[in-house]
């Protein structure tokens, strides 16, 4: 495929971008994406709408997010690297933002949005529980009823931020059918949203969805790549030379990758759940393992059998935990633009453990899965590279599954 | 030449009557329970069978249509399978339309061309994808219908006046007309909501309309039948299906007479409102 001029005009009008995207939705629903659509559109383009999400960004969620060094990981790797290799490690603090992820710096525009257009009611999906913590608590923040949809399996590995949501004032409902993670959480709230039509906004989580979802998310996600970018600057005086975030629907990392897609010297890398391993079949790599299909009101990359049934994915990481990714990942894997591997479980705890050691840092599940390939890709880059790795969330709500891993009791 | 499908509804308003559509899920709960009914529909009294292509993440779908779609794939169900069952329906009946509903990535998976030669070669009438909405007509609508296949559009009770003619542009066949917001086999239709929805939309078309989700009963599919040309009926067959099946979701004796016999009292009830004869 020959490289477009550039990679940030993204999607077309009819939100694909090149074969993916577009809006494969029940009719019921497409009055409801349209409308969602023309009110983006001019919320973008009011002044006002910006100015409210500025100052809640800035004095809700708390950002600008800080740049680190992480110095004692930077060194541990030059350890066990050729003399003059070892590359120079900054981590995105999107741990540090209210709620504990990046994902508030999307249901903040969303809310907003949705306040805009007069919905009183929230539906969301969540994986980790991150998203979900996310929404109930800007619903508290602006008295909204809030309902959040999550695997069976996932409220039982997530427990932490199960009652959190709860505390925070949400509904949390238990969702029974098929793999009971991520993908059924999203079938049930297309089901509550087809059935809710005239009062309910859906909080997509992720760069995934219908038109303009993928696009919508992605913009309120750039915040973190357009800070990373002046941050650098002034820290350094010059781009970063390569980017790397995990992967599941590929929100933090489109965050951080979109403000770079444009220049060339950027090196970018997504990183998937290899789960068991990718022969195991017990993974959740779309990219690295699945098809283009057309799932959830976009066509993307997914896990699939040959009769087009979408396969359970598997991952440590319930935020992983998905079968699909968004669609303008797919994309840039195809152009080329960026490059995509994954990391096992074991990897990723490995990473977990590591980071939390070295900086004092516990990150989530999600964000080990990127420290596990910084670990592998940073000693084989000199020691001039400059390399920012999204910490998208904390540990906290891991800690009780990472204790009962290593066989601790709590 | 006439399809089946509209030969099928000028016969039904011949007689004054609207169409009993009748919903099973293909493969549900094995593949030669499911051929042995789907071949017993006609005689029942169906006049249109939909004939559900399962999938694993039926969005649209109520619990009845989700475990049905599930129990299918459990048993081995694949959309090859799914054609060759309408493949021998046809050697036996070559009158009642049978339409295929389903999502869209089995089809894509399969390859739309090469569905479309072998689901027009099996015998089947007409597609109901449901997340292929207007705005993907490229996708599989038009080709169906170059292919000679009906792409039988859903309208739903969110399509406003202003969206309708987008909707309808390139639907042949029939106009299947959602009666509720909301997912299969949940809330109860509205009679006379539906009545006032399908008066809106028959300004706009000259294709039949026929009313499904949300038609459990007997007595609710006659009270629909009053003011639509069909009425289609999915999450009760399925769940009367469901109810006759043994704690390892295998058929039972009871499983085929079940359905067959819903199938009958609905055709009663359909066929005991007469309606203003059409032309």
């Known amino acids: 495929m020959n490289a477009p001029n550039s990679f940030r005009t993204g999607p077309d009008d009819n939100g694909h971008f090149g074969l993916f995207g577009g809006r494969f939705v029940a009719e019921t629903l497409m009055p409801l994406i349209l409308d969602l659509e ?64 990046h994902k508030v710096n999307n249901v903040l525009g969303q809310i907003l949005l949705a306040r805009r257009m007069g919905k009183k009611r929230i539906i969301a999906e969540t994986g980790a529980g991150q998203h979900g913590v996310a929404t109930a608590t800007l619903c508290a923040r602006y008295g909204l009823e809030c309902v959040v949809y999550m695997g069976a399996v996932d409220v039982a590995r997530q427990a932490p931020n199960v009652f959190r949501m709860k505390m925070l004032g949400a509904s949390v409902v238990p969702v029974q059918s098929g793999s009971k993670t991520l993908k059924d959480a999203m079938n049930e ?7 809710n039509v005239s009062d309910t906004f859906y909080c997509i989580g992720t760069v995934a969805g219908p038109h303009p979802y993928p696009a919508m998310v992605r913009d309120f996600q750039s915040i973190i790549g357009t800070e990373t970018r002046e941050q650098m600057l002034e820290m350094e005086g010059r781009l970063p030379d390569s ?44 990219l690295t393992g699945g098809r283009p299909g057309v799932l959830h009101g976009n066509r993307t990359y997914l896990l699939m059998d040959g009769d087009g049934q979408i396969a359970e994915a598997h991952s440590i990481s319930a935020g992983l935990d998905y079968p699909g990714i968004g669609p303008e990942h797919s994309w840039l894997h195809d152009t080329g633009r960026a490059t995509y591997i994954s990391a096992t479980d074991d990897e990723a705890l490995a990473a977990f453990q590591l980071v939390a050691k070295l900086e004092g840092i516990i990150p989530a599940l999600e964000p080990a899965h990127a420290l596990a390939k910084v670990a592998d890709l940073a000693p084989t880059l000199p020691e001039d590279h400059l390399m920012v790795v999204n910490l998208s969330g904390r540990g906290d709500k891991d800690i009780p599954q990472v204790a009962d891993i290593l066989g601790t009791s709590l | 030449m006439s399809t089946r499908i509209e030969t099928r509804f000028k016969a039904c308003a011949t007689e004054g009557r609207a169409a009993l559509v009748t919903f099973v899920t293909a493969g549900d709960p094995d593949f030669d329970t499911s051929l042995a009914l789907l071949k017993a529909l ?38 090859a399978k799914t054609l060759a069952m309408v493949k021998t329906f046809r050697e036996g009946d070559n009158t009642t339309p049978v339409v295929l509903m389903g999502y869209y990535n089995p089809v894509y998976v399969y390859g739309v061309e090469r569905f479309l030669n072998d689901a027009k070669a099996a015998g089947v009438d007409g597609l109901v994808v449901v997340d292929l909405p207007p705005e993907e007509d490229e996708e599989l609508c038009l080709p169906a219908l170059a292919a000679g296949l009906d792409f039988i559009r859903l309208a739903t009770p969110t399509t406003d006046d202003k969206r309708l003619p987008a909707v309808l542009k390139h639907t042949a066949g029939f106009v299947y007309y959602v009666s509720i917001t909301g997912i299969t086999g949940m809330a109860q239709a509205d009679p006379t ?37 069909g009425v289609v009926v999915g999450s009760a067959l399925i769940d009367a299906l469901r109810a006759t099946l043994d704690s390892e979701n295998r058929a039972t004796p009871a499983t085929l007479p079940a359905v067959t016999d819903l199938v009958g009292r609905l055709a009663d009830a359909v066929r005991g409102v007469r309606r203003q004869a059409a032309e």
């Not at chain 1, 709230?189 to 059935?195: E, I, K, N, P």
């Open chain 1, 38 to 101: 023309t009110a983006y559109n001019e919320a973008k383009a009011d002044p006002a709408y910006k100015a409210e999400m500025d100052a809640g960004l800035k004095h809700y969620v708390g950002r600008p997010s800080p740049l680190y060094y992480a110095e004692r990981l930077t060194e541990h790797l030059r350890a066990g690297a050729a003399p003059g290799m070892g590359a120079k490690i900054y981590f995105k603090r999107e741990e540090l933002n209210h709620t504990g992820s």
């Open chain 2, 193 to 229: 909501a539906v009545g006032t929805a399908v008066t809106r939309i028959k300004r706009h078309t000259a294709l039949p309309v026929a009313v499904g989700f949300g038609v459990k009963t007997p007595e609710s599919a006659a009270a629909i039948a009053a003011n639509a040309d």
């Open chain 1, 189 to 195: 709230a297309l089901r509550d949203w087809v059935t």
């Open chain 1, 243 to 286: 980017l790397i975030a995990c992967i599941g629907g590929g929100s933090n990392a489109m965050g951080l990758f979109h403000p770079f897609l444009d220049d060339p010297s950027v090196r970018i890398f997504g990183v998937e759940a290899a789960g068991h391993g990718i022969p195991s079949g017990q993974h959740a790599a779309s």
């Open chain 2, 42 to 79: 006609p005689a029942a009294g169906a006049d249109i069978i939909e004939f559900g292509v399962p999938f694993t993440d039926p969005m649209a779908d109520g619990p009845a249509i989700q475990a049905a779609g599930l129990r299918a794939l459990a048993a081995g169900q694949t959309l």
